[in-house]
């Protein structure tokens, strides 16, 4: 089984790069399965994937690293239920340390069951001007943007998606910054949305991974408190009206609470909220707080019922951003002439990571 890892901060696109691979590379006949991981249950991703029609597990409480049996197990779930001969997996996006957490504990202990290919990590053009880029700005603090620089940092493969939002200024700074201190990393740019550099992308991913002969070392105090300073959110319920537009209903939830959060001074890492009525499904998404919400996939349908998912991580505390996400669905449901009560919210900050696994040292 073909094992691609596909990661990347919070908002780097990784569903939408996973799911225009899986399409791909169904195209061209082969059997795909997905894994994603969460910190919670509820994960807009995996709804959203399995709405396309693609087989997937999930992995949930903890990252790939903290849940590796759990992550054997799915694959082989995965395995006994529809025989795929590639598996893309999309870690948390807060979590690094993958390759010597997850990727070589999987060829020294399931060698003979994996073929494990090179580690792409999307780099998010957002952040990525922030943190790397001359017009630095604040945002994330220095702890939340190590773990940025250390996913980077253990890629095998850096892609920067989003390339269709970025002008020539912008994408020449970027590969200016990625050459500067990755010089030795291939660099792809990519869009998810358009398909524009996939089939660079997808070449790439055939090749063998390089040995990694030594692995980069990870301060676990700096990474586990630059993951706390994150809120986390799951949340799930039911709207219910005479007649509303599913489009309109997810990108209200998402501007409202953008407005919300920017009021807050809460930086978005990442807000996705998922709409679905039966086949219908309509998905909006908040990547940065200079950024518009985006209505990333449209329905056009008006609807009497729809469960909405929201996963939002932001920089700020937890019942906070309960907080405003409950407000933002009491408005949108008064605008909207519904009802929307949350039956679930699983709110809280990601626990310190402790591996199953680590080659090289112990943490």
């Known amino acids: 089984m073909r094992l691609l890892m596909i990661g990347g901060f919070l908002g780097a696109g990784k569903t939408t790069?996973?799911?225009?691979?899986?399409?791909?590379?169904?195209?061209?006949?082969?059997?795909?399965?997905?894994?994603?991981?969460?910190?919670a249950a509820e994960l807009v991703d995996t709804h959203f994937l399995r709405s396309q029609g693609f087989p997937v597990g999930e992995v949930a409480g903890a990252?790939?690293?903290?849940?590796?049996?759990?992550?054997?197990?799915?694959?082989?779930?995965?395995?006994?239920?529809?025989?795929?001969?590639?598996?893309?997996?999309?870690?948390?996006?807060?979590?690094?340390?993958?390759?010597?957490?997850?990727?070589?504990?999987?060829?020294?202990?399931?060698?003979?069951?994996?073929?494990?290919?090179?580690?792409?990590v999307l780099l998010k053009p957002e952040?990525?001007?922030k943190i790397l880029g001359a017009r630095r700005r604040a945002g994330f603090s220095p702890k939340a943007?190590?773990?940025?620089?250390?996913?980077?940092?253990?890629?095998?493969?850096?892609?920067?998606?989003?390339?269709?939002?970025?002008?020539?200024?912008?994408?020449?700074?970027?590969?200016?910054?990625?050459?500067?201190?990755?010089?030795?990393?291939?660099?792809?740019?990519?869009?998810?949305?358009?398909?524009?550099?996939?089939d660079e992308l997808a070449s790439a991913l055939e090749s063998p991974s390089p040995a990694h002969a030594s692995l980069m070392d990870v301060d676990y105090e700096v990474y586990a408190e630059g993951e706390a300073e994150l809120g986390w959110l799951n949340a799930r319920g039911v709207a219910q009206g005479a007649s509303f537009e599913l489009d309109e209903l997810v990108r209200q939830l998402t501007r409202r609470l953008a407005v919300r959060l920017a009021g807050r001074q809460m930086e978005a890492a990442h807000v996705k909220i998922l709409a679905e009525s039966g086949p219908d499904v309509a998905l909006?998404?908040?990547?940065?707080?200079?950024?518009?919400?985006?209505?990333?996939?449209?329905?056009?349908?008006?609807?009497?019922?729809?469960?909405?998912?929201?996963?939002?991580?932001?920089?700020?505390?937890?019942?906070i951003l309960?907080?405003?996400?409950?407000?933002?669905?009491?408005?949108?449901?008064?605008?909207?002439?519904?009802?929307?009560?949350?039956?679930?919210?699983?709110?809280?900050?990601?626990?310190p990571p402790v591996p199953t696994h680590r080659v090289g040292r112990d943490v």
Do not use: W
């Open 17 to 39: 790069t996973i799911a225009r691979l899986a399409r791909g590379y169904l195209e061209r006949g082969r059997k795909i399965g997905i894994v994603t991981n969460d910190q």
């Open 63 to 120: 990252c790939f690293c903290c849940q590796f049996n759990a992550l054997t197990e799915t694959l082989e779930q995965l395995d006994a239920q529809s025989l795929p001969d590639t598996v893309l997996t999309e870690p948390v996006g807060s979590c690094t340390d993958l390759v010597a957490t997850v990727m070589e504990p999987l060829r020294a202990l399931h060698g003979d069951r994996f073929d494990v290919g090179p580690f792409t």
């Open 127 to 129: 952040h990525g001007l």
């Open 145 to 198: 943007q190590y773990i940025f620089l250390k996913q980077l940092e253990e890629a095998d493969i850096i892609a920067v998606n989003k390339i269709d939002r970025l002008d020539e200024d912008a994408r020449d700074e970027l590969r200016q910054c990625l050459q500067d201190r990755y010089a030795s990393k291939p660099v792809l740019f990519i869009s998810a949305r358009t398909g524009e550099g996939f």
């Open 284 to 319: 909006a998404n908040l990547v940065s707080s200079d950024s518009d919400a985006e209505l990333s996939v449209a329905s056009g349908v008006r609807v009497k019922r729809a469960d909405v998912t929201i996963n939002a991580r932001v920089a700020g505390a937890p019942d």
């Open 322 to 351: 309960k907080g405003e996400v409950e407000a933002t669905c009491r408005e949108v449901a008064e605008a909207l002439a519904i009802t929307l009560p949350l039956e679930s919210v699983h709110h809280f900050r990601p626990a």
